[in-house]
């Protein structure tokens, strides 16, 4: 077994679901917790600090959504990906859930090695799945009128006041800030932010563009009807 393999949260209340996803993520040496609720959820993720956490949407004490936006505001999981499990075709819990700060999505049903192929997928966005330490250009800290961003934090600040963003929301403006002015097509926003492997549904850029919008404001980010989005000054 790796020892470097990475570490990844379960949740879900439906126990058969939690032995079927364990049994065949711990078959490829990853080391797997597990959680019934979105309570006792953020308390392992916060013990463990996981470097993926799966979260099904519909549970008790705490759905999905609610514990993934808990968790988006945690400092210890700013490089924690999150992604939801949610049943074929259901639009709006994909929505919900990016609303909330998801990096993804999982449909379920699943076959075990589809399940495999989309963790390995999502781990590659935290450094090939092991917890490394962030690089001297990801320390630099951006400047740009009244916006100040800290790679290393995952934070920004908009007129001295801070908030922490979730991992895509941060990556899509560190993209779109590091060429004010430059129109950045969806098709390169996608293969930037989300890998050209991982398959994302088509109102994903648009919803993260609007919570961008509503933590910095409108006149940063332009839209170009058909081509995609530029950051201006």
């Avoid at 049994?23 to 019934?36: I, M, Q, R, S, W």
């Avoid at 700013?78 to 994909?94: M, W």
């Avoid at 001297?136 to 922490?164: A, F, H, Q, S, W």
């Amino acid at each position: 077994m790796n020892e470097n393999k990475a570490i990844i949260l379960l949740v879900d209340d439906e126990v058969d679901i939690l032995e079927f996803i364990s049994y065949n993520l711990e078959k490829e040496g990853y080391k797997v917790y597990t959680a019934t609720n979105g309570v006792d959820a953020i308390k392992v993720a916060e013990k463990q600090q996981p470097n993926l956490i799966i979260l099904d949407v519909m549970m008790p004490e705490m759905d999905g959504i609610a514990a993934c936006e808990e968790m988006r505001k945690n400092p210890l999981l700013k490089n924690t990906v999150i992604a939801f499990l949610t049943a074929r075709g259901e639009d709006y819990s994909q929505i919900a859930g990016f609303e909330a700060g998801a990096d993804d999505y999982i449909t379920k049903p699943i076959r075990p090695k589809v399940l495999v192929s989309r963790v390995k997928a999502l781990l590659k966005r935290t450094g090939s799945g092991t917890h490394e330490e962030p690089s001297e250009e990801e320390l630099n800290t951006v400047v740009i009128g009244n916006l100040i961003i800290d790679k290393e934090r995952y934070l920004i600040k908009v007129d001295n006041n801070e908030m922490i963003l979730p991992r895509k929301e941060f990556e899509l403006l560190s993209l779109l800030v590091s060429k004010p002015g430059k129109v950045f097509t969806r098709e390169e926003i996608y293969s930037s932010v989300w890998g050209e492997n991982v398959v994302v549904g088509d109102r994903t850029i648009d919803v993260h563009i609007r919570k961008l919008r509503e933590k910095i404001g409108n006149d940063h980010i332009k839209t170009l009807k058909g081509i995609g989005y530029k950051f201006v000054e």
